[in-house]
């Protein structure tokens, strides 16, 4: 479970769960206010739940505690992982990090504007490390909202540049664990 730290204090009204359904059916899940997508032309992950949030609840950046003040007031490189726990990857680095949802998730749906969330970080003139997962060089619908993601930033004055991983890992924590053996 991920509650999501408020740049304000305290924790925001919005939790995330890890999904485990490879030993259960889907329907064995309980989730009645989750979002289905199995109508869609294309699904995201295969059609498999992933994660479990409040239905119709809109994304939100989860910023780490431990790297909050920086990620928030520091002018050093702002890391933005995809993914909660890629999140708390690059934060155990030390580096001021915030993650997003999903490759998708930086803006509200139909709006190309950046979450309200980054009104909170600075961003002007800040170089702004993008990390999305090893997909996005096979992905052509995710490099797309990667690329739209880094024109949203420089239409604050962010400075975007894309950190790509080796396709043989997944995520950033995948890499910084292939580091460290």
């Not at 993914?83 to 580096?95: F, H, N, P, R, T």
């Not at 950046?114 to 993008?130: A, C, G, T, Y």
């Amino acid at each position: 479970m991920f509650p999501f730290p408020n740049p304000l204090g305290g924790f925001m009204d919005y939790v995330k769960m890890k999904m485990w359904t490879d030993d259960a059916e889907p329907g064995d899940v309980r989730g009645d206010q989750v979002e289905e997508h199995r109508e869609k032309k294309w699904q995201y992950n295969g059609g498999q739940r992933k994660y479990m949030v409040r239905h119709q609840s809109t994304p939100q950046l989860y910023i780490p505690i431990p790297t909050m003040p920086q990620a928030l007031q520091g002018t050093e490189p702002l890391w933005v992982a995809e993914g909660m726990k890629k999140a708390l990857a690059v934060g155990q680095l030390g580096l001021p990090v915030v993650g997003i949802e999903s490759p998708f998730s930086w803006h509200v749906k139909n709006s190309r504007d950046l979450l309200p969330d980054f009104s909170f970080i600075n961003l002007k003139n800040r170089i702004v490390e993008v990390v999305p997962d090893s997909d996005v060089q096979t992905n052509p619908m995710i490099a797309r909202s990667v690329r739209q993601f880094a024109d949203a930033l420089r239409a604050v004055g962010a400075r975007p540049r894309l950190v790509q991983l080796p396709r043989e890992v997944k995520g950033a924590d995948d890499f910084i664990e292939m580091g460290r053996r």
